[in-house]
């Protein structure tokens, strides 16, 4: 079984720029979630995706966005990046949209913003 | 105030000891209560998932709820240095209403056990 695999593991970027971070999900698992996760933070919740549409949403700005695919893989998008979008960004995928269901995380990408 | 309230630490203990990792909440609405486990430079690890007050046990480790206190707790028994890294508690309620699932994380307490 192939777990939740993400690309690139790392990532420096300059402010006002855009990025793509990019999740395959868990084999069987049909929906994916994105977290940013600051030093010393727990992870906050972005938004999650279920048959290729955002299905709910966290406390983020618009140019946070995202896509799934047919393939139940997804990217996050980020405009305009800004110095405090530096984090730890964690993808991870569930076999259902239910409230128990359990969340497996991927290795995150870690992006930097100078 | 914070919705999960979780002591950073770092909590230090010898080889061998009893750990308790704890994190209080003040959601009434939250259900489903996890506890994750992150290694430096990984994502979070699902350890344990429960969603109803009282004890579940799964080898060293022992997922305690109380929902009357919003409390929760993790016991790890004959802690190992390899047990050694941030333990974050996440939970979650019905939210939405297309059901989508968002958990809400504590900051994590790093936990450090020594040879």
């Known amino acids: 079984e192939t777990g939740v695999t993400q690309s690139p593991t790392h990532l420096i970027k300059t402010r006002g720029q855009q990025v793509t971070l990019r999740c395959s999900s868990q084999?069987?698992?049909?929906?994916v979630s994105w977290y940013q996760q600051a030093l010393g933070q727990g992870p906050q919740f972005i938004f999650q995706y279920y048959r290729e549409e955002e299905n709910g949403r966290g406390n983020f700005p618009p140019r946070f966005s995202g896509l799934q695919f047919p393939n139940y893989s997804s990217e996050l998008n980020v405009n305009a990046l800004e110095l405090d979008d530096s984090a730890l960004y964690l993808c991870?995928?569930?076999?259902?949209?239910?409230?128990?269901?359990?969340?497996?995380f991927g290795n995150g990408t870690r992006l930097t913003v100078t | 105030q914070k919705e999960v309230e979780q002591d950073p630490g770092p909590l230090s203990v010898p080889e061998g000891a009893i750990v308790s990792l704890n994190c209080t909440y003040s959601?009434?609405?939250?259900?489903?209560f996890m506890w994750y486990r992150q290694y430096s430079r990984k994502g979070p690890e699902l350890l344990m998932y429960t969603y109803s007050s009282g004890n579940k046990e799964d080898g060293r480790f022992t997922a305690q709820v109380d929902k009357s206190s919003k409390y929760i707790s993790l016991f790890i028994r004959d802690s190992q240095p390899s047990d050694s890294a941030t333990y974050l508690c996440?939970?979650?309620?019905?939210?939405?209403?297309?059901?989508?699932?968002?958990?809400?994380f504590g900051t994590g307490t790093r936990l450090l056990v020594s040879p």
């Open positions: 084999s069987g698992h049909n929906t």
């Open positions: 959601n009434s609405a939250f259900q489903y």
């Open positions: 991870a995928s569930s076999p259902s949209t239910a409230y128990n269901s359990p969340l497996h």
């Open positions: 996440a939970m979650s309620a019905r939210a939405g209403t297309t059901g989508f699932q968002k958990l809400v």
